[in-house]
Structure formats: structure tokens, C-alpha cells
């Protein structure tokens, strides 16, 4: 079989051949077994195994890419050919072109992605899946289950005419559950779900299951909160999302484009004093981590905000030399597309409080556990999202609540957030519940 670097060459060659003036190449390869459990039977049983190739060619500042997941030598040089044929008919872009081979990544350390464990095998992930069953049912009132177990196993190798080559691999292990009580109008819902690089490092199955239905099961009796202006704490299952569309709104492109409620804040306040976010793509055995970025780039430890400030974008090449900026090494690409910028493990400095205790200091207001549909400004920063949860009667949460709309400003929303202490350490995004007064909601 070849190897994935051996045909990251072979793109290029057949590339070279093809008269680009430069390429890259990326090859994915990978197993992927997934189970599905419904009403105590077998919904779905599924194993994939793929090889996808992926080729960028380069004609002065005209680019093009295409992929294929045939990897024969005819179908190289075909794919060579036609993507320098598609470049030559590009229009003209400034920003396009590869890393400075004096800023490529050299050498990189182990992150230990990838688990030692043999790959996991069907009838082992049906039993967990089961378990995990087994166990929401065994709540009184749940209904209905329907759990989930996989385990995937993906190497890529990423080249380039620039010198660079480097390869990684990456496993994760995953068990989920949606468990279901009541019927009709008065049916609720509720999902637990956790995933691991390493199968040793899961949770047991039945500590999901029962997660899940003790979620469900907490929603039965929900009503409408008060229509007002309240305090909102965003439990920590959610409130990665307000750091989400922060990511969205400092990312590259977004900036690039002059269509962010965020493109005037570079060394402004952002969060509140002390509160920084920090990106750490070499933290060990994490989902989001890796040693390089999608252009070959290293990656290295940043403060995004330090103490409330934003200290930059979030960069590959492209949108880097848009701005007149260095790449920070954020690019990240499939084998069909050019790069784009993404994060990859994040941290947000977490406050010296509990989640009980912003409960007891918010007073009265909603306590946020999930949240569905998103209406966000992307220009503005207004912000609309339905939510469900709890509402909060002195301190304490009094009732099950849903069908409400949280309305606010993103700018002035998270200059005002208090951070409880938490998030979970074993996930790649680490943000804890988060309070902010004076938000806008919409209910009865």
C-alpha cells in the first residue's frame, strides 16, 4: 500500500509535470465504525474506509484545487492537468501562494493523538451503546432512547513544493444519548454526550445514559418564563457559544471582508478586565490539536484576549496578507478547498466562584441549559437565540422553563460576563457557566 507521504509526492510531481509553478497536496485516510440503538434495537450499523486526495496548484497569483479518492497514477496526473488548466482560467488573486519555506514548521513534538488500543470492533461498541440504553431507561418516565457509539481512526499527511511534509494521526472514541419523556405537546428531550481521543479515558457508558435521562426528565412542567430584563447564567454545556461567536467575529476572513461587529477592536476591550482566552494547540490527547496548521505552518501557545484586550486576528496566509498581516498560523483545509482560518483548543480564564454561587448572586433569572436556532448580526453583534432551562427564584432554581428568546449586544454582552469555575478540563474548548446581567428576555 502506498504511503500517504509517497502520494503527497506523487501529487506534486504530477503537478510539476503539469506546468504548476507550485503546489500543495493533502492526503486524508482513516476508519471510521459507528452504532446506533433505538427502542431496544439495532437502527444502524455503519464502517466506512476512505482515502480522499486533495490537490492545490499554483499559477502565479491564479489558484485552483481538486480532490479525488481514486489514487491511481492516471488519476493524479488527470487531476494534475485539470486543476492547472481550472488555475490558468482563475481570475487573479493577490493573496494566494504558499508559506515562506523560512517559516515552515521543522520539527514538532508528539501530542499523543492517537490511541495504542486496537481499533474497536462492532459487537463492542453495540454493547456500549446498549449500556448506555439500558441504563436512561432505567430512569421512571423515560420513554424512549436512542444512543450512539463510535470510534474513528484518521491520518493526514500535508506537502508542499515549498519543502514542506509532515503527517499526523488523530482517534476519538464517542458515547451520546438523546433520551425522551412524556408524548404529544408534552413531550421533552434532553442529549448527554462525551468523546475522548483515547477509549480508556470515556466515561462509563451508564453514567451517560442516566445523564441524559436525568436531563429529560428535569425539562417535564416547563413553561415560559417572564418577559423582562433578568440576569442570564449560561451553563457550561452552552456557554462556549458566546466565545463562538466571538471566533466568528475576529476570524480572518470575517475581517478581511469589513463585515464584523468586531473590526474595530484590535487592542480594544473585549472581555472584562482579567478574563483572557487563551489557544494552545499542543495541549496532549485533545481533538483540536495539532502541530501545524493547514499551510505547514507551527503552531504555537496565544493569548487572543489578554486581560479583557484583543491582542489579534485569527489568520492564515491569506487573510493575513488581506491585512497586512503575519499568518498566526491558524489555517486549517480539507482536500476540496483552499485554507480558511479556525482555532483549535481554547481556554477561558475561569472566576473563583461556583455555578451555585452566580445562582445565589443573580438572584432572579435564567438559568440557560440548552439552546436552539441563532440570530445573530453579524455586522452589528445583535444577538437572538431561543433558549430553555431554569428560572432562578432568590438564588434558587424554582421551575423547568422553555419557548424563550435572550436577546442582547455581543460587544457590550461580553464585556460584562462573570465566569464561574467550572469547566471541564477534559475538552478541547474549557469555558464555565457564564453570568451577564441585564439581558432582554422574551417569554409569556
Known amino acids: 500500500m502506498t504511503s500517504l507521504s509517497d502520494l503527497t509526492e506523487a501529487l506534486l510531481d504530477a503537478a510539476r509535470r503539469a506546468g504548476a509553478d507550485s503546489a500543495d497536496a493533502l492526503v486524508i485516510s482513516g476508519t471510521a465504525l459507528s452504532i ?171 453514567e451517560i445514559g442516566r445523564l441524559a435521562a436525568n436531563r429529560a426528565l428535569e425539562r417535564v412542567g416547563s413553561v415560559k418564563p417572564r418577559t423582562g430584563t433578568f440576569p442570564v447564567l449560561y451553563d457550561e454545556r452552552v456557554a462556549a457559544s458566546l466565545v463562538g461567536h466571538l471566533l466568528s467575529a475576529i476570524n480572518g476572513s470575517a475581517i478581511a471582508r469589513g463585515s464584523s461587529w468586531a473590526r474595530d477592536l484590535l487592542g480594544k476591550q473585549v472581555l472584562p478586565d482579567g478574563i483572557s482566552l487563551v489557544e494552545d494547540p499542543h495541549r496532549l490527547r485533545m481533538s483540536s490539536s495539532r502541530p501545524f496548521d493547514g499551510e505547514g505552518l507551527p503552531t504555537r501557545r496565544r493569548e487572543i484576549v489578554a486581560d479583557g484586550i484583543l491582542t489579534g486576528w485569527v489568520l492564515d496566509l491569506a487573510t493575513g496578507r488581506k491585512l497586512g498581516m503575519a499568518s498566526t498560523a491558524n489555517a486549517s483545509r480539507g482536500v476540496s478547498a483552499p485554507p480558511s482560518p479556525s482555532t483549535t483548543n481554547l481556554d477561558l480564564t475561569q472566576g473563583s466562584s461556583g455555578r451555585d454561587d452566580l445562582l445565589a448572586q443573580m438572584g432572579t433569572g435564567l438559568w440557560v441549559t440548552s439552546m436552539i436556532g441563532s440570530t445573530i448580526n453579524p455586522t452589528t453583534g445583535d444577538y437572538s437565540r431561543g433558549a430553555a432551562g431554569w428560572w432562578v427564584e432568590n438564588g434558587k432554581p424554582a421551575y423547568p422553563v422553555h419557548e424563550c428568546t435572550i436577546a442582547g449586544n455581543l460587544r457590550d454582552m461580553l464585556r460584562r460576563i462573570v465566569p464561574a469555575n467550572d469547566a471541564r478540563a477534559h475538552l478541547s474548548i474549557r469555558v464555565p457557566s457564564i453570568l451577564i446581567d441585564g439581558m432582554t428576555l422574551a417569554g409569556a
Request: charged content about 25%; some cysteine.
Open 36 to 206: 446506533q440503538i433505538r427502542k431496544g434495537a439495532l437502527e444502524q450499523a455503519e464502517r466506512s474506509e476512505d482515502q480522499e486526495i486533495g490537490l492545490r496548484v499554483l499559477m502565479g497569483r491564479r489558484q485552483a484545487c481538486v480532490s479525488a479518492s481514486d489514487t491511481s497514477a492516471a488519476t493524479i496526473q488527470a487531476l494534475a492537468e485539470r486543476a492547472v488548466a481550472m488555475a490558468r482560467e482563475a481570475p487573479e488573486d493577490a493573496t494566494a501562494g504558499l508559506a515562506d519555506p523560512a517559516d515552515l514548521a521543522q520539527s514538532w513534538a508528539d501530542l499523543d493523538l492517537v490511541d495504542p488500543a486496537p481499533e474497536a470492533e462492532a459487537a463492542g461498541l453495540e454493547a456500549q451503546a446498549r449500556a448506555v440504553e439500558e441504563a436512561a431507561l432505567e430512569a421512571k418516565g423515560i420513554t424512549q432512547v436512542e444512543a450512539g457509539a463510535s470510534h474513528s481512526r484518521r491520518q493526514l499527511h500535508l506537502a508542499a513544493t515549498n519543502g514542506f511534509s509532515g503527517g499526523y494521526g488523530r482517534t476519538m472514541s464517542w458515547l451520546s444519548a438523546v433520551a425522551f419523556t412524556g408524548q404529544g405537546t408534552e413531550m421533552q428531550r434532553d442529549y448527554a454526550g462525551e468523546g475522548r481521543v483515547y477509549a480508556a479515558d470515556m466515561p462509563a457508558a451508564e
